[in-house]
Antibody, heavy 116, light 106 residues
């Protein structure tokens, strides 16, 4: 069974940093691109970042470029989202998802709250 | 970025009803349209890809159609487990963008 299990998230002050993680199981993790998508009541679902299967290439939404870094460890079957210089508008549920441009499996989500 | 607009934003229906949700793209996306279902507290569930192809394990009461800019998701006979929020997403170009969602209530 394909599973994506997330950890991390939490409360951080503006300007702070946080890392969320996502462990994949039940599939050949190193064969798949991985993404982060965030969700808020106001904006809905918004694609954040993606990394290709071997981790050599990453792409970001303009809103997070230069502040967030997506990376992966194919030995640990884990994808990461390192979030720096966090802003209140980054407050959201963050989901990892598997796929190239369509996302067939999603993690359970992790809430990131940025507030003073 | 390509804007995706869903309608209605919410609807009320009964078990057994036929329900249709529409999604419009701000420019042509050919058939690069995905539909997801999301239940409260869960990540989205992949339902339909390439506008009309049913993903493995998805009940046949779900169907998708359309091409270019206008798309539909139809549930032929609503079941209790179908009460959820539905999202469309274009997979034509980066950044992949989503509709704002359609909540289907009892």
């Amino acid at each position: 069974e394909v599973q994506l299990v997330q950890s991390g998230g939490g409360f951080v002050q503006p300007g702070g940093s946080l890392r969320v993680s996502c462990v994949g199981s039940g599939f050949t993790f190193s064969s798949y691109w991985m993404h982060w998508v965030r969700q808020t009541p106001g904006e809905g679902l918004v694609w954040v970042a993606r990394v290709n299967s071997d981790g050599s290439d990453a792409t970001y939404a303009d809103s997070v470029k230069g502040r967030f870094t997506i990376s992966r460890d194919n030995v640990k079957n884990t994808v990461y989202l390192q979030m720096n210089s966090l802003r209140p508008e980054d407050t959201a549920f963050y989901y990892c998802a598997r796929g190239v441009s369509m996302f067939d499996y999603w993690g359970q989500g992790a809430l990131v709250t940025v507030s003073s | 970025d390509i804007q995706m607009t869903q309608s209605p934003s919410s609807l009320s229906a009964s078990v057994g009803d036929r329900v249709t949700i529409t999604c419009r793209a701000s420019q042509s996306i050919s058939n690069h349209l995905i539909w997801y279902q999301q239940r409260p507290g869960k990540g989205p569930r992949f339902l339909i890809y390439d506008a009309s192809s049913l993903y493995s394990g998805v009940p046949s009461r779900f169907s998708g159609g359309g091409s270019g800019t206008d798309f539909t998701l139809t549930i032929s006979s609503l079941q209790p487990e179908d009460f959820a929020t539905y999202y469309c997403q274009q997979s034509y170009t980066t950044p992949e963008t989503f509709g704002q969602g359609t909540r289907v209530d009892i």
